[in-house]
């Protein structure tokens, strides 16, 4: 089973900021990486999939880069709308994986 | 627009069956690659299964493998998840999820299954 390693588990900060998200593999998932937001109460939403490309009707202030085993999901300027947990996820292998999330919060 | 709904969650002893169903419409249903995801509670997101659109072979995580089985009725647009041998950890919020790929672009808002005694 592939890990998936996110970093940091928490990060407070504030709207406008810029936040670089991370997400390492146990083993190489070529490009086969998704980045899911999910707030309380509502569906998760996929926000990039295979690595860099953003899902329709995403702002582009959303971005993704990596292959293999190290990956990044970054935020440009924080949107006070931004504020959520945000989950990497591989679809290389079975089964598929999930990282632990990342909780971004408001400073 | 697309919209899924998961409904047939509730509350089941240890060892008690439930079935949870998943209602779609908005997009081709039976060309989709369906899942089932979940969330334990104060936990993150875990794959549970998948089913694909043109020969329904399906995949599960080893901690449901034997217990659950994924089905779909493309006459209906709905998924479903047959759930046996329920187990205390299996409470979560059940969410479906799909897409044209394997990547899961819509997503239901969950039903919640509660195993206890």
């Known amino acids: 089973e592939i890990v998936l390693t996110q970093s940091p588990a928490t990060l407070s900060l504030s709207p406008g900021e810029r936040v670089t998200l991370s997400c390492r593999a146990s083993q190489s998932v070529s490009i086969y990486l998704a980045w899911y937001q999910h707030k309380p109460g509502q569906a998760p939403r996929l926000l990039i999939y295979?690595?860099?490309n953003r899902a329709t009707g995403i702002p582009a202030r959303f971005s993704g880069s990596g292959s293999g085993t190290d990956f990044t999901l970054t935020i440009s300027s924080l949107e006070p709308e931004d504020f959520a947990v945000y989950y990497c996820?591989?679809?290389?292998?079975?089964?598929?994986?999930f990282g632990q999330g990342t909780q971004l919060e408001i400073k | 627009e697309v919209q899924l709904l998961e409904s047939g969650g509730g509350l089941v002893q240890p060892g008690g069956s439930l079935t949870l169903s998943c209602a779609t419409s908005?997009?081709?249903?039976?060309?989709?690659?369906m899942n089932w995801v979940r969330q334990a509670p104060g936990k993150g997101l875990e794959w549970v299964s998948t089913?694909?659109?043109?020969?329904?072979?399906?995949n599960y995580a080893d901690s449901v493998r034997g217990r659950f089985t994924i089905s779909r009725d493309n006459s209906k647009n709905t998924l479903y998840l047959h759930m046996n041998s329920l187990r205390v950890e299996d409470t979560a919020l059940y969410f479906c999820?799909?897409?044209?790929?394997?990547?899961?672009?819509?997503w239901g808002r969950g039903t919640l299954v509660t195993v206890s005694s």
């Open positions: 999820a799909g897409g044209s790929t394997w990547n899961l672009f819509y």
């Open positions: 908005g997009f081709t249903f039976s060309s989709y690659i």
């Open positions: 996820q591989q679809r290389n292998n079975w089964p598929r994986t």
């Open positions: 295979d690595a860099s």
């Open positions: 089913v694909t659109g043109g020969d329904d072979s399906a």
